[in-house]
């Protein structure tokens, strides 16, 4: 560490560097002693001097440490700020980092707004409910709304069935199925036809696997997706569950014939 008389140019006391940071005195001290970031010089009269490079890597230690990373990662992470490339590096991967953080915000901030309006619907307090919406929406089902309109029983039926790896799965398989029950509906394709009974023997399926098998469970699905279709306005889903509906009820009566 270089001693100076006078501060030089480019240099400034522990407690400007602070100031001009947002950080206390104390914490650069601290920096110091894990050896993440030590002052460039002292003055003859004992005060710790940091350069303009030292300023720049506190930034990139705060900027780490803003991103969850403990001080002995943030250690092993710290990039050589000795070249233009060095520095453009560094802030890359905090620019990336924050573009990642901002779109998971988003989604996050869209998915509450998504819950304050179903919740602003019910009738009751039920966070159960809340909770299954909330998790719903993470996984990226359109159909999350369906939800407020499952009793206790479906909903633990359901938690006890399924784990989050199969709801996934099952939330795509669904999704697909309307999508390609809208478009045989749509193209006219006859509900005793190959493609339209495939679609009701593997939607079937799926519904057997969420509800266990359990026709109890089975039944209260029926009469649940019977009172969405008379009280939504969505005509592709009311389209695509109708179809689905005649093409499985057909299914049903050749399986049991």
């Known amino acids: 560490m270089e001693n100076y008389r006078a501060i030089p140019d480019g240099y400034m006391r522990v407690g400007e560097l602070a100031r001009q ?13 894990q050896g993440l970031l030590s002052p460039s010089a002292a003055s003859e009269g004992g005060f710790r001097l940091y350069s303009d490079r030292d300023a720049v890597r506190l930034m990139q230690i705060l900027a780490l440490k803003q991103m969850g990373f403990s001080l002995g990662e943030i250690k092993q992470r710290l990039s050589s700020l000795d070249t233009t490339e060095d520095v453009l590096q560094a802030l890359t991967e905090q620019t990336e980092h924050l ?19 179903e ?4 009738d009751s307090v039920n966070f ?11 996984l990226k089902n359109e159909h999350y709304w369906m939800i407020k309109h499952f009793d206790e029983d479906m909903l633990d039926r359901f938690s006890a069935n399924l784990t989050v790896q199969d709801a996934q799965r099952i939330i795509a398989q669904i999704n697909r199925s309307l999508d390609e029950a809208h478009r045989l509906h749509k193209r006219g394709v006859a509900v005793h036809g190959k493609k339209a009974q495939q679609l009701a023997r593997n939607y079937w399926a799926l519904i057997l696997e969420v509800t266990g ?3 109890n469970t089975v039944g209260k699905l029926a009469d649940m997706f ?11 889903y009311q389209s695509a569950q109708a179809y689905i509906g005649e093409i499985i009820e057909l299914y049903l009566q050749g399986e049991h014939s």
């Open 99 to 117: 573009a990642a953080q901002i779109a998971t915000l988003t989604e996050t901030h869209a998915a509450l707004q998504k819950l304050k309006a």
């Open 21 to 33: 940071a947002g950080v206390t005195v104390r914490a650069l001290q601290y920096y110091d002693k």
């Open 213 to 215: 098998g359990d026709l």
């Open 226 to 236: 019977g009172n969405i279709n008379a009280n939504i306005g969505d005509a592709k």
């Open 119 to 122: 919740i602003a619907q019910m």
């Open 128 to 138: 159960k409910k809340y909770a299954a919406i909330l998790t719903n929406l993470q």
